[in-house]
């Protein structure tokens, strides 16, 4: 029995025009076979040493898991009934060895793909989040639908089936469909890997080391992705997250400047074939016998055409005009991305602010904005065209020259690829240490700046230039590991790119020798492979560009991922605002499980009426406000405002009718006329000045150089308490809100300080509705009505006269407050 056909070689594998099917079958088979074998047991030994069971209650029924199942199954199954009846009736007997090779390969391959994708459904890493399918299966799957692809180049040859002249070619063009249609299926249904557990469903089942994981994962919403996983997992998730921001689908106009861009590139895809090909046409009109030698003056002109299009890298016609065009649309995806970024930022929870570290933030915002901007450029201009250049690099070598040169290149192409995306992948960690490191540097030297007083008042700025020294050192030990792992991925590079260029050199010397090619056949060669070669010499550059700009988006994500704690329920309507009156009812809260913060706090606030809270530091005072702001939302009860649950309507609604006076007042690093006028921000200068007034602030301003343009410097350092207090009470008063709610706004300030600002905020209380938090008790004895708390419990309540009288915890308080007061001017008169 032959191996081949007679007359035919497994060593040359065009004949008549076509693919041989000896080389065909014999080189398919074989390679999905050994691939899958292979890397498809290292897996299975990886997974046999390392991986967990998974909870079989987490595995979801689903239909393209079993239509992916049956594929498998039905492929080796054609695979030897075509065996069959290429033995039986196809051709009478007559077999050859690469038939009985194919098919057992081909069939034998699939049990190893299946055992693949049982044990990626069934067992999970412990240290890889399940994301999808392994690479083993998608370069198995992409492999073999490739393979099929690659048939379609013989669809116009003799030697096969889709002529259809007799039975034999009707039923073996029947199992190309069929194959071709399961190795479709199986390439689609496994980019979405439907067998595969979700994060999310492993959460709910948290007892599993894996699944416990996941839910950190998932809960955690500054926690960074996995050291060692890649930046490329989730990869669709994360573009469909950044198509909004990439396409802008309320302007036309940039949307048809778009369109423009990617006409451009496929002309220059198109320009990129006919630039060495008219060098060739040039070559040879020189090269003949001179007798007959013409000028081609047009050949010089359509190429030196053709050449001022395309250019050289990115100095060219079209790239320019381009890049001109891509200006605005950059610049759209830029701002997109800033807005919402800034708009997700004050949409979080005042609990998530509490604990975030600004230095941080604006660090992964800054990155991540930039990351982002950039990211289609490279996708979309850089490493696409670089694809389709090899793609169409391949076919013309192998069509115009013969299939060696198309396997040459094939061959480099694909260990250039395979090299540079291992390598980089293997880099990832180290970019994402360097990521981490350089975070911490930024939030070190704006948490020490920010505390600069701090700093002084301890005599500490060894201690935090120390710090700050240990952070860098840090972070540029982890940027030296990422830069020398570079040079080592450039050297691969270099060395599978001058291997493919030599062989493909010879060969087409050779050919040349031989007489089979021209010189310009050569020239285009060389000219070609260079021109390939240059923009492939940028891939790794590209790549890892890409990878680096979704290591810098995923800190980014996650922000964008951590959803807001306090939200409106659906089709909340606004808090329609009457007299303003205030309850709470049976309200209970606690900022953690285990610390109950308040318990069953009932009250009223009439409209119009003043209540005070009182009570030691810590016993739910603030919170109180927090919880009637909406900072926060009760675990039980509910607090409603002129009869409605604050609940149940919108957050802006309710906090546009509240008005507050804190304790600390922190103002924005900008004139004392924003300040005040950020109450009102369509307020007039004269209605700014009225509000100063009440305050009594507009005299103090006057005095200074500046006036209502002074700059107030970070958080107001450079104003007083006091000072700081009245423009807080100022831009209350311009607000006009119907509720008024004071948070201990006097107690860290002096006795006279403190009478004076009382008769500012009697005016701003005049006829509205009062909430007071008082430290000092004789700024409350006008209340209506006073609260004393006690570790989150109301164990008082009254009038300050009633509570007197009453001689409990109140009165105890006021007569501690008293003696302190008389001790205190005692020492001063000593003075």
Known sequence: MYYCPPNVTFLKPWINHGLSHCFADTIFSSFAFLFISIFGIIQILMYMKFSTTVDTRVLRPSFLYKLQIFCHTILPLAALSRLILQFTILYHKILYGYMFLSAFLYAASFPFALFLIYLERHRALPSIPTRGHGLVLLVYWTAIFVSENLTLLNIQKEDWWFNLSNLSDKVELGYFVLRYSCCCLLFGIGLKAPGIPKPEDLVMYSHLSIQADAENLLESGAQSPPRNSSAFSDFWVKCKRLIPFLWPKKNKLLQLRVI????????????????????????????????????????????????????QGSNSFMNNIRSFLWIRVQQYTVKEVEVNMYNHLHSLSLNWHLGRKIGEVLRVMDRGTSSISNLLGYIVFNIIPTFADIFIAVIYFAVAFNPWFGLIVFVTMTIYLGSTIYLTEWRTKFRRDANKLDNAVEAQCVDSLLNFETVKYYNAELFESENYEKCIDKYQEAEWISTASLNLLNTAQNTAISIGVLAGALLCAHCVVEGILTSGDYVLFSTYILQLYTPLNFFGTYYRMVQTAFVDMENMFTLLSTEPEIVDIPNALPLKIGSGGIEFRDVNFSYVPKRQILKNISFKVPAGRTVALVGPTGSGKSTITRLLFRLYDVQSGEIF????????????????????????TVL????????????????????????????EMHNQILTFPDGYETIVGERGLKLSGGEKQRVAIARTILKAPSIVVLDEATSSLDTQTERLIQNSLSKICANKTSLIIAHRLSTIIHADEILVLKEGEIVERGSHSELLERNGVYANMWQQQLKGEDEKKGEEDEK
């Not at 423009?260 to 320009?271: D, H, P, S």
């Not at 900008?670 to 305050?695: M, Q």
């Open 260 to 311: 423009c861009c990617f006409g451009f590139l496929i002309a220059g895809r198109v320009i990129t074939v006919f630039v060495p090909q008219y060098n060739k046409y040039i070559i040879d009109s020189l090269t003949v016998d001179r007798s007959i030698m013409t000028f081609r003056w047009n050949y010089i002109c359509i190429y030196v055409a053709f050449w001022f299009l395309q250019g």
């Open 641 to 664: 405002i002129d009869g409605q649950n604050i609940a149940k309507v919108t957050q802006k609604s309710v906090r546009q009718c509240i008005g507050v006076v804190p304790q600390d």
């Open 668 to 695: 924005f690093n900008k004139s004392i006329r924003f300040n005040i006028g950020y109450g009102r921000p369509s307020a007039s200068g004269e209605e700014i000045e009225e509000a100063s007034k009440a305050a």
